[in-house]
């Protein structure tokens, strides 16, 4: 009797606390776009910064993007004279720290095109992680940058 109630306080002090506490992690995704191609291109893939606030690794297992038949988490890897796209199971995200998608490195591919994707158009992509977190946002059509930088 006597036990039950301090249980029963217990639960009462502590889980109000405990689940604010859990809502302050989160996996906050910056400068997220999707490489504009010619409308013909059967596949373009997505790249952002990632950072996962939570105190252990997280993983990267799938997303989800609308008009797309396939989308596959690629790594771009050289074995010395090639550059290849090697599809991976998931991306790792380590404990409170960030990760750059950046073409000719990790990125998020997109295969099957089913809707154009036209420079500016914005599209909703949902990000699902392997601790049951969900990032929904909306990431613009850009183009690649690369060539402006070159003529600096
Ligand atoms: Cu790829």
Redesign the pocket.
């Known amino acids: 009797m006597k036990l039950s109630r301090i249980f029963a306080i217990f639960i009462m002090f502590t889980s109000p606390i405990s689940m604010t506490y859990a809502n302050n992690y989160s996996i906050d995704i910056e400068d997220a776009w999707i490489r504009a191609m010619p409308s013909k291109a059967m596949?373009t893939?997505a790249f952002m910064k990632i950072t996962n606030k939570f105190p252990n690794e997280v993983k990267l297992i799938s997303v989800d993007i609308d008009g797309v038949q396939s989308v596959?988490l690629?790594?771009?890897v050289s074995d010395g004279k090639v550059m290849k796209?090697v599809?991976q199971s998931h991306i790792p995200l380590p404990a409170n720290s960030s990760l750059v998608l950046k073409p000719g490195s990790w990125?998020i591919?997109m295969?099957g095109l089913e809707k154009q994707f036209p420079e500016g158009s914005v599209h909703q992509v949902q990000l699902n992680f392997d601790n049951g977190f969900k990032q929904n946002i909306k990431i613009k059509v850009k183009k690649h940058q690369i060539q402006m930088m070159h003529h600096m």
Do not use: F, N, Q
């Open positions: 596949s893939a596959e690629h790594k771009t796209m599809k990125h591919m295969i």
